[in-house]
T-cell receptor, first 115, second 116 residues
Framework: EAGVVQSPRYKIIEKKQPVAFWCNPI?????LYWYLQNLGQGPELLIRYENEEAVDDSQLPKDRFSAERLKGVDSTLKIQPAELGDSAVYLC?????????????FGPGTRLLVL | AQSVTQLGSHVSVSEGALVLLRCNYS??????LFWYVQYPNQGLQLLLK??????LVKGINGFEAEFKKSETSFHLTKPSAHMSDAAEYFC??????????????FGTGTSLTVIP
């Protein structure tokens, strides 16, 4: 069974440019997460979806970040405009359900460098 | 608020030696606890998890962890380190409270170096 797929794996852009990341979760997984991982830190949740509904976006900087999961499967995270401080790894994860003991399965991440 | 403390951002052990990575949580109600490993340029992979069953949990690659409520700890161990264990290790907690969904809080990670 395929794991969580993310693309692109690496992205280099200039500041003020837009950028988008794509995630395809494990088949059948209803819950999808986007995390931000800064260098030397643990992942921090940006947004959590249950099917197509964003149920927790309290940590998403909404002035420049947006996300969507239109059909409850794939998801896209966008930054517009990007700032130097956005350089980080963006991880997507999915889980079968929404209970606290569910394992979250992570994709390889997208490494963003903003110049 | 939940917090997770991983003591020691860098740990070095000799090949064949005991691996001990520390994780402490802070919450009045013991959460569910997870250990993940991250190899360079890869995502996080689950090693093991504690979900209120046995306090000693066995995971993949010979790792195990013991939940100790009195110490609010969930330390990760492996009897004999292998070169392939060199990676970043993250402890995560998931609160049991209702209506929070599957909210993970990660520690800052411990980088394990294995010396030949």
């Amino acid at each position: 069974e395929a794991g969580v797929v993310q693309s692109p794996r690496y992205k280099i852009i200039e500041k003020k440019q837009p950028v988008a990341f794509w995630c395809n979760p494990i088949s059948g997984h209803n819950t999808l997460y986007w995390y931000l991982q800064n260098l030397g830190q643990g992942p921090e949740l940006l947004i959590r979806y249950e099917n197509e509904e964003a149920v927790d976006d309290s940590q998403l900087p909404k002035d420049r970040f947006s996300a969507e999961r239109l059909k409850g499967v794939d998801s896209t995270l966008k930054i517009q405009p990007a700032e130097l401080g956005d350089s980080a790894v963006y991880l997507c994860a999915s889980s079968l359900g929404r209970t606290s003991q569910e394992t979250q399965y992570f994709g390889p991440g997208t490494r963003l460098l903003v110049l | 608020a939940q917090s997770v403390t991983q003591l020691g951002s860098h740990v070095s052990v000799s090949e064949g030696a005991l691996v001990l990575l520390r994780c402490n949580y802070s919450s009045s109600v013991p959460p569910y606890l997870f250990w993940y490993v991250q190899y360079p340029n890869q995502g996080l992979q689950l090693l093991l998890k504690y979900t209120s069953a046995a306090t000693l949990v066995k995971g993949i690659n010979g790792f195990e962890a013991e939940f100790k409520k009195s110490e609010t700890s969930f330390h990760l161990t492996k009897p004999s380190a292998h070169m392939s264990d060199a990676a970043e290790y993250f402890c995560a907690v998931s609160p049991i409270e209702e209506n929070t969904g599957n909210q993970f809080y990660f520690g800052t990670g411990t980088s394990l170096t294995v010396i030949p």
